[in-house]
């Protein structure tokens, strides 16, 4: 199985992410990392913890990270992930689980350099744990075998949901991403211009009907799925944080090809853009591999089979 750390901002698409990656059965989870995005951060590893409780693993650690972005301020995103930031589902859980010891950017370090050429590591939140750690040991680009980025919008411009031009995991720390972008990773970038074509809209969900998991993607979707609605006028959830989890298991469920990408941190109209050089016209090597197509039903499928345990 692929060594992996599962590096989260939990967040209802978060806590789908990692219960797929955990019932995939496919990865070797040496840990979930946790960091300041769409929640603050104590709620976050209260989520993550809750999420794993009800997963039911007690050899699964959460790890807790960056409590803010390197210079932006915080910004949360209560009104797609409900004032818990899991849309109310596990209010009655406690989280209990004990934490890893670890500092969240010192874990992924001694990870990777403990597993040098087999470590994938999945930024499924803002980028600030990675871009921490590779300040403090620029060798880590080395030693992961890949980083595979829940996040940006490369062709598809306008169409963001942090700014029209930005995703809002680039968006909460582009400062982070940028050194990211830069240190040279073998990275892929799951963008919108993919994941907004992946909806799980009530009708999937009720094929989880008398599994285990049903209720609760049902309850913490439901905050999530009225925002879509009322904003978008589409009933359902796009399933951003899941796709990424699904293209390590799957690289087929996208098509990709690899750009020069840098990342805007100084306009105020465009901060976060993930800026993709096409017709390389600044003659820079490619650094990120992006994503130009999805097969949405084929991998909305496989999230669903996969979710499918019996309660």
Known sequence: MKKTILDVDTGIDDALSIIYAYESRQLDLLGITTVNGNVPLDDVVRNTKKVIQLIDDENLKVYRGADRSLLKEVHSEYKV?????????????????????MFAPDFIIEQAKTH?????????????????AVRKEPRIAEWVDQVVV???????AGHGNSLPTSEFNIYAD????????????NLQLVSLD???????????????????????VLQSTEVYRDYSSKRFGMDGCALHDPLTVGVVLDPTFV???????????????????????????????PNVEICLDVEGGKFVSHFIETLKVKS
């Open 81 to 101: 992930h409900g004032n818990d930031g899991i849309g109310g589902a596990l209010s009655e859980m406690e989280a209990t689980k004990p934490e890893g010891e």
């Open 116 to 132: 040098a050429g087999e470590l994938t590591l999945i930024m499924v939140g803002p980028l600030t744990n990675l871009a921490l």
């Open 150 to 156: 829940m996040g940006g919008l490369v062709s598809k």
């Open 174 to 185: 582009a400062e982070a991403a940028k050194i990211v972008f830069h240190a040279g990773f």
């Open 194 to 216: 993919v994941t907004l074509e992946t909806f799980m809209n009530r009708k999937t969900i009720e094929k989880l009907k008398g599994t285990k998991y049903y209720e609760f």
């Open 255 to 285: 098509k990709t090809e690899k750009y020069f990408v840098d990342v805007e941190t100084k306009s105020e109209l465009s901060y976060g853009q993930t800026i993709c050089d096409f017709r390389k016209l600044w003659k820079k090597e």
